[in-house]
């Protein structure tokens, strides 16, 4: 028969740590945005609530590898861990330039790790929830202690700059949390899930071998079909902020704060309406003032809300992260500390 495999005889609990973000120096408004496309400011604000956005430096300052190493360190601090403590690093992030050497590898060896095992994750706007719900299930089953979670975008370098569909919406920056063991529970079940027979609502077009080949054309580019995606996530996404809280066991009206993916205030007034959250439950809207920074979107959204005392740490909110793929993930969870 062989020798027997050993596994935790228990699983144990996990939580957000601590929590650390990087926000680039330039603010982008929305007259600089529409001096190359044909809007003007109030058809922004009155379409997405966006107000102004982030654009990273050019490289190599304010790289991938750079602002999420910004906010790891951060997170590191305000979590009270070593970086020799972390096993795991994963980033979760569409728009690094090189499919080799893998981001996580990189910010693993930058914060000083001493070699942690690393991935990056693809998953869109969902990476993010997408990474903690791998981070958590890690932790939970031992085979890690501590991982280092990263949501990271450069999307001012994904966007054509007269393409008035998307440019308006996106920016950059970095979020990290750090995950560990815990007495009690701060990650609840991650739910998760994809469509892809929409997958070409957004999507980079063209492919970079295309491209290589006919280098005569366009460079790629993020691409939307904003109706499309409005729609699904309008009327899809409150289902599954339902399924998060009843897998957590958790009453919609007993939340502290709702975390959706900060992609367009209009399609989140809707999330909420259709989930009839009272008054009580506070929502972020870091959209306004950061854009829609994709896979940083979740942990920039809840740095701004225990920043600006919107919910204190330990409050439980429900995190819920959607876009390209279709994809979507979400969890409920115990805000974590900022670093002081």
């Not at 044909?38 to 790289?63: C, L, M, T, Y």
């Not at 869109?124 to 299930?137: E, K, R």
């Not at 996106?170 to 892809?196: L, N, Y």
């Not at 008054?279 to 809840?302: H, K, R, Y």
Request: hydrophobic letters at 45%.
């Amino acid at each position: 028969m062989g020798a027997q495999i050993a596994v935790p005889a228990t699983l144990r609990n996990s939580a957000l740590l601590g929590l650390g973000v990087h926000r680039p120096e330039r603010v982008v408004t929305n007259e600089e945005i529409c001096r190359l496309i044909d809007s003007s400011d109030e058809w922004i604000q009155s379409r997405s609530g966006i107000k102004e956005r982030r654009f990273a430096k050019a490289h190599p300052e304010e790289s991938i590898v750079e602002m999420a190493t910004s906010a790891a360190v951060k997170a590191l601090d305000a979590a009270g861990v070593n970086a020799a403590q972390i096993d795991t690093v994963i980033v979760a992030t569409s728009t690094y330039g090189w499919q080799t050497p893998h981001s996580a590898a990189l910010v693993a060896d930058a914060v000083g790790t001493g070699g942690a095992s690393a991935l990056d994750i693809q998953a869109g706007c969902a990476g993010f929830c997408y990474a903690v719900g791998v981070a958590s299930d890690l932790v939970r089953t031992g085979t890690a202690e501590h991982v280092l979670v990263v949501g990271v975008e450069r999307m001012s370098d994904a966007t054509e700059p007269t393409d008035r569909t998307v440019r308006f919406i996106f920016g950059d920056g970095a979020g990290a949390v750090v995950v560990g063991a815990s007495e009690e529970v701060g990650i609840g079940p991650t739910v998760w899930g994809s469509d892809g027979s929409q997958g070409k609502t957004i999507r980079q077009e063209p492919d970079w071998v295309d491209f290589a080949q006919n280098p005569e054309q366009k460079r790629p580019w993020i691409i939307m079909e904003g109706t499309a995606v409005f729609r699904w996530a309008a009327f899809e996404m409150s289902k599954y902020a339902r399924r998060i809280a009843e897998k957590a066991g958790v009453e919609l009206a007993d939340l502290d704060a709702f975390v959706p993916h900060q992609a367009n205030l209009r399609i989140n007034d809707v999330i909420v309406k259709q989930l009839e959250l009272p008054d009580t439950v506070a929502v972020a809207d870091d959209i306004i003032e950061t854009g829609n920074t994709s896979a940083a979107s979740i942990p920039l959204a809840m740095e701004k809300m225990l920043r600006t005392g919107q919910v204190e740490p330990g409050a439980t909110a429900l995190l819920l992260a959607f876009g390209a793929g279709l994809s979507y993930a979400g969890q409920v969870v115990k805000m974590p500390p900022l670093a002081q």
